[in-house]
Structure formats: structure tokens, C-alpha cells
């Protein structure tokens, strides 16, 4: 079942949005080649909690942390340790806050320092596709419109698209229905309607769809050793156009 939040939620939620943006803001301003993965969720714990919020990714289906960070290869779901931020890298951070029982999500994939041009320019057609998508979920349109938005924008730059992982509803759960692939035909899939949010995140590789998860049974790589982008949102659909409750 689709949750539709009333007034109240959409408040809550749009607290626990903040608080997520701020987070990233904050590993932003303090990211610089040396770091290690787990300095990175350490900030983000630091800021969530700070806010009387709760890290809702701490424990999720077990996960070990409050972010999953990500370097280069691995698209999602990376457990924060001992890597090695060098320059060049780039890092997806994916986190997200409850606050007084509603989450939020998203994620920003950073370059550190100077990154390939090749790199730069994933990560700027990555976000361009998530903005591209948002820009369709308006009431009345099909979740297909969105998801095929993403594919169409990567597919035709030459991109390889995750197939296999997607965004989602979300709400008073991290992960609720729909489900939300970067992948689909317009025009087809759910009517959106207002009230609604959901969570869209393209996951986009350089190159080949391909990935798999590492033996530590989290890890999301991509085949090929390709590196990998990933963007995400909390979007909430309104009579007035989608509004992004992630916003930085
Ligand atoms: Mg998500």
C-alpha cells in the first residue's frame, strides 16, 4: 500500500529532510583526500544525532552504520572502515535521518579534490538525470515517466544503469511502496497523486549495468570495475509540482 501523508507528517518529514541535507553539507565542508570512510560516518552520526534525530540507517536489515559510503567501484552500500580517501576519488554518501517517527533519505556522490574528466562529467549527468526525473513527478503522471526519464537521459550519454537496485516510498518506514527504478516506459506504472513521497536515486556507471555484492554480503560493486554515481532526492508530490524535501 502507497502511504499518503497528511499536513503533520509532511512537517516532520520535511525536518528530517533538513537534517539529512545538513549532514551531507556538513561531510562536504570537511571532506579532504587522508579520510577514512568511517571519519565520513562519524560526521554523519554526529549531525543527525545533534538534531535529536535518529540515524535511521544504523541497523536497517542489520546494516552496521549510519551511512553507506561508497568509494569509486562500489555503487551502494559501502560499510565504513579503514579506506583511504585519496585524491581523485569520488564518494557516495547515502544517509538518512527519523525525526519524531518519520524518515528521510538521500545521497551525494563527492569528488575529492580533482577527478578525472571523464568522472566529473558522471556525476554531473547523474545528478542532471535525478533533477530531470523529479521534474516529472507531478500529479497525474505515471511512475514510468519518471523512471524512464533517468534510463532515457543515461542510456543516450552512453551510461551503464543499475538495474537491480531502485528508490522506493518512504515515510514512517525508510522503504515503503513504490518501488522506483531508473528504468521503465512512459507512461506506465502508478498514478502519482498528492501526498505522496518517494524516494528517487539514480545509480549510474560509467560504463555496463552489471554489478554484484561483495563477500561482505553489503557491498555493491559494479562488474567491470567501472566507477559509479549516485544521486538521491526525498520528493514529495503536490497539486503545486514535486517538491524536493532533501534539498541542500
Ligand atoms: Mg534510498
Not at 509532511?10 to 587522508?34: D, W
Not at 547515502?94 to 580533482?114: H, I, Q, R
Not at 507512461?187 to 563477500?215: A, F, Q, S, W, Y
Amino acid at each position: 500500500m502507497i502511504s499518503i501523508k497528511s499536513k503533520s507528517d509532511i512537517e516532520k518529514m520535511l525536518e528530517a529532510g533538513k537534517i539529512a541535507a545538513e549532514a551531507l553539507n556538513t561531510v562536504e565542508a570537511k571532506l579532504r583526500p587522508g579520510m577514512t570512510t568511517k571519519d565520513i560516518d562519524k560526521i554523519v552520526h554526529q549531525v543527525i544525532v545533534s538534531h535529536g534525530a535518529t540515524p535511521n540507517f544504523l541497523g536497517l536489515y542489520g546494516f552496521p552504520a549510519s551511512a553507506c559510503v561508497s568509494v569509486n567501484e562500489e555503487v551502494i552500500h559501502g560499510i565504513p572502515g579503514s579506506r583511504r580517501l585519496n585524491e581523485g576519488d569520488i564518494v557516495s554518501v547515502d544517509l538518512g535521518a527519523c525525526y519524531k517517527g518519520w524518515n528521510s533519505d538521500t545521497c551525494f556522490t563527492f569528488p575529492v579534490g580533482e577527478v578525472r574528466p571523464e568522472i566529473s562529467q558522471l556525476l554531473t549527468d547523474t545528478n542532471a538525470s535525478l533533477y530531470a526525473a523529479i521534474e516529472k513527478a507531478q500529479v497525474g503522471a505515471r511512475l514510468g515517466d519518471v523512471s524512464h526519464t533517468v534510463e532515457d537521459y543515461c542510456r543516450s550519454r552512453g551510461y551503464g544503469i543499475v538495474m537491480n537496485y531502485c528508490g522506493h516510498g518512504i515515510g514512517k518506514e525508510v522503504h515503503e511502496e513504490p518501488e522506483v527504478p531508473n528504468h521503465g516506459k512512459a507512461g506506465h506504472g502508478i498514478r502519482l497523486v498528492e501526498g505522496m513521497t518517494i524516494c528517487i536515486e539514480p545509480m549510474i556507471n560509467l560504463k555496463g549495468d552489471g554489478v554484484h555484492v561483495m563477500p561482505n554480503q553489503w557491498t555493491v560493486v559494479t562488474d567491470n570495475g567501472c566507477w559509479s554515481a549516485h544521486f538521491e532526492h526525498m520528493v514529495l508530490i503536490t497539486a503545486n509540482g514535486p517538491v524536493i524535501m532533501t534539498k541542500r
